[in-house]
T-cell receptor
């Protein structure tokens, strides 16, 4: 089992560009989550999903979109990258305990 | 407002010394609290949860509703305990949504 896999691990974007952060899990978990972690801060919930076809906003959803067409995949999309979205992004699955991926370090310049 | 506070960014102790990582929360409902840990080059993972009242790797944490605290303790720190520790509060058992504290880096010196 790979668990939760996030790609890419690192990315640099220009302001205004768009990209999709990929997250896939092979544990058949219904619940999945996207967090961001800014320097010196805790993780903040962006979006979550309780099952395929169902998504909902977390604490900091502005500037992001998600979809959940399958149980395995939960991609996070940035449509118009802004410097404030520079962060480390974590995907997690399972309601408890949550299983985390390695993270994606995203810089927007 | 719901909030989790970890007042110390860094806690540095010597091997064999007692450790206490502080966590305070603010929540109007019945709290469910967790400690997550991230060791160097590893993924964030659950260390323990208050409901199970267990001891994991020598760590314990007791929920004190009167003081709204969930401090993590270990009587004798080991070098392998060096890691980043996050306290988390579960907002909903239906969705599993968590609020995390800012995290405390524990550094255990030889």
């Amino acid at each position: 089992n790979a668990g939760v896999t996030q790609t890419p691990k690192f990315r640099i974007l220009k302001i205004g560009q768009s990209m999709t952060l990929q997250c896939t899990q092979d544990m058949n978990h219904n619940y999945m989550y996207w967090y961001r972690q800014d320097p010196g801060m805790g993780l903040k919930l962006i979006y979550y999903s309780v099952g395929a076809g169902i998504t909902d906003k977390g604490e900091v959803p502005n500037g992001y979109n998600v979809s959940r067409s399958t149980t395995e995949d939960f991609p996070l999309r940035l449509e118009l990258a802004a410097p404030s979205q520079t962060s480390v992004y974590f995907c997690a699955s399972n309601i408890q305990p949550q299983h985390f991926g390695d993270g994606t370090r995203l810089s927007i310049l | 407002a719901q909030r989790v506070t970890q007042p110390e960014k860094l806690l540095s102790v010597f091997k064999g010394a007692p450790v206490e990582l502080k966590c305070n929360y603010s929540y109007s409902g019945s709290p469910e609290l967790f400690w997550y840990v991230q060791y160097s080059r590893q993924r964030l993972q659950l260390l323990l949860r208050h409901i199970s009242r267990e001891s994991i790797k020598g760590f314990t944490a007791d929920l004190n509703k009167g003081e709204t605290s969930f401090h993590l303790k270990k009587p004798f720190a080991q070098e392998e305990d060096s890691a980043m520790y996050y306290c988390a509060l579960r907002l909903s058992s239906n969705t599993g949504k968590l609020i995390f504290g800012q995290g405390t880096t524990l550094q255990v010196k030889p």
